[in-house]
């Protein structure tokens, strides 16, 4: 299968999960509930994630007078892309990274931090924008926003659920889904729903680098640019809101040590391997016991392959 049909199959799954929380909070009254909810959540980050995020970052419009060699890049690939040129903002950041964002390619805005700006040649600063105009092209900015906006809406309503169970609102109906059912319901669902939205953005961010080496015309850049950004992110954490950590180019929460079975992004030396056309290395635990958190994950790698 291709990865949009993936994609889609795994949007299904969420909004499936969402219905069902829906449905097991209140029967049909609650499905109908969660129908609306979830249709005006949507609606709302379709036309305002990208101020609202823009402004989180205190991100500010870099014009072609001010960066002139910036949107010289930016006009050439997106004239590559076949799309219109999009604004450019730059976030006072110094830690290396960058976003897109925008309801559409006519709306579209590119982020880059300071930090990127500081320590990229130019051929990487074009790997970099070449795969943020292909979240564009690709509609990942829409697709991103609804995965994320279901995973939330899951979470509240399971824990709406939870506290409903505990405090005796819900008891066994017609369907033999009782308040203990419900509860266990309320906390795998939430795990469930993070885990789709982290395969979503897994897919769209290998899509994202195939297309985005496409536009630049080589993918040595965009590799290069990679191994920057792993090196940097490290000893340079961003201050990021987990929320808007499946947007980067780069996890920016990498340097918090999160579970890879919970991380947004594939590993950095997969992508880079993929785009330079060697065998990905080989990744071991690195301690006696316990589960290997790259094991952990497999099943949903192989969605996002």
Request: aromatic share 8%; glycine share 10%; net charge neutral.
């Amino acid at each position: 299968m291709g990865n949009q049909i993936k994609t889609t199959m795994l949007l299904a799954v969420m909004t499936v999960f969402f219905l069902w929380i829906g449905q097991l909070l209140g029967g049909r009254q609650g499905l109908m509930i969660a129908l609306v909810f979830a249709a005006g959540m949507n609606f709302f980050s379709y036309w305002y994630s990208d101020k609202i995020v823009l402004r989180m970052y205190k991100a500010r419009e870099a014009t072609p007078a001010q960066t002139p060699e910036i949107y010289s890049i930016v006009e050439n690939l997106a004239r590559n892309a076949g799309l219109p040129t999009p604004k450019v903002y730059i976030i006072p950041q110094a830690s290396p990274n960058a976003f897109a964002t925008g309801r559409n390619p006519e709306h579209a805005v590119v982020a880059v931090t300071e930090g990127l700006l500081d320590i990229m040649t130019r051929d990487e600063l074009a790997g970099v924008l070449a795969h943020e105009l292909a979240h564009v092209q690709n509609r990942d900015i829409l697709i991103g926003s609804i995965a994320a906006t279901m995973a939330g809406a899951v979470m509240m309503l399971a824990s709406m659920a939870r506290w409903s169970a505990i405090f005796g609102g819900v008891g066994d109906d017609e369907e033999g889904v009782g308040g203990l059912g419900l509860i266990v319901m309320s906390i795998l669902a939430p795990i469930a729903a993070v885990l789709i939205q982290t395969a979503i953005s897994r897919s769209r961010e290998y899509m994202a680098d195939a297309s985005g080496a496409r536009f630049a015309g080589n993918n040595e850049g965009l590799a290069r640019a990679l191994e920057k950004l792993g090196a940097y992110s490290a000893s340079r954490p961003m201050n990021a809101n987990p929320s808007t950590a499946h947007m980067f180019i780069v996890n920016p929460l990498s340097g918090k040590k999160m579970m890879s079975l919970f991380s947004t992004h594939p590993p950095l030396e997969d992508r880079i391997a993929r785009l330079r056309g060697t065998p990905p290395p080989v990744r071991t635990s690195g301690r006696s016991g316990g589960m290997d958190p790259d094991k952990g994950k497999a099943f949903w790698d192989r969605l996002s392959e």
